[in-house]
């Protein structure tokens, strides 16, 4: 008897203790993490709220001067109104990313230097592109967790002629380099950090050691 009201009591002051907790909001870090951890979130938050300048590196092409510009609703890592430019060539069975033309983001402006010396306010999409495409600003909430799954598991759920028959037909996507991808759009970039090393370039015009253009 007395075991069992000790269990009860156990089990009441654990759901005043979940009921005490701070909920986890939008853009919150996730609980439990180490000293270091949490320390390498502030640091990542700190840089992603931050508004650049071409004195602190954007440009001189770039789509916005900060992730959270983009990346903003409800609040900045969320989604937002921002719709970035694509263009690529298809030259039958592949489609050519034009990376070298500036590709495969085209940047929508142009520092006021750059505008200056060559006259443009963003960057032109090449004439030989055969196809454009827009992208709006998607969520960046849990990217951290999709980061920490296996491969293994991605590649377990792979089931391309639906042999199981439930009606989905998972097809996993690969990297160049055939490592399984699962950032952008279309599930393309492997890791989070080498997208986010690409959205420096790419959005802010910044280079970074990983990304040198
Ligand atoms: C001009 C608006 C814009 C800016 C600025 C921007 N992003 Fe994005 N972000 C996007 C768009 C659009 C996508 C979707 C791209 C795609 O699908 O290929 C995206 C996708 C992402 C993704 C992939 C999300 C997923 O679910 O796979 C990550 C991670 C990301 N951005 C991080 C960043 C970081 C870090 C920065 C700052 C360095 C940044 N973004 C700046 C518009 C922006």
């Given at each position: 008897m007395i075991r069992g009201r000790g269990l009860v009591g156990a089990v009441l002051l654990c759901v005043a203790f979940a009921a005490c907790q701070k909920p986890v909001k939008p853009g919150d870090p996730v609980p439990g993490l180490?000293?270091?951890q949490r320390a390498s979130f502030d640091r990542g938050q700190v840089v992603f709220d931050s508004t650049f300048t071409p004195a602190t590196g954007l440009g001189p092409l770039f789509n916005a001067d900060g992730c959270g510009e983009c990346h903003e609703?409800?609040?900045?890592?969320?989604?937002?109104?921002?719709?970035?430019?694509h263009a690529a060539a298809f030259h039958s069975p592949v489609?050519?990313?034009?990376a070298g033309q500036g590709g495969?983001?085209?940047q929508l402006k142009s520092t006021p230097a750059l505008k200056a010396a060559v006259g443009i306010d963003s960057e032109p999409v090449p004439p030989n592109a055969t196809a454009r495409a827009l992208r709006t600003t998607p969520v960046l909430f849990g990217r951290g967790l999709l980061d920490l799954v296996p491969d293994s598991l991605i590649l377990s759920y792979a089931d391309p002629d639906d042999r199981n028959g439930d009606g989905i037909s998972g097809r996993p996507n690969h990297f160049v380099d055939g490592r399984p991808g699962r950032f952008g759009r279309k599930a393309f970039v492997p890791r989070l950090d080498e997208f986010n090393d690409g959205a420096f370039s790419?959005?802010?015009?910044?280079?970074?050691?990983?990304?040198?253009?």
């Open positions: 180490t000293k270091d609703d409800p609040v900045k890592g969320g989604v937002g109104d921002e719709v970035e430019l489609c050519d990313p034009l495969f983001v085209f790419a959005e802010q015009g910044i280079s970074s050691p990983a990304v040198l253009t």
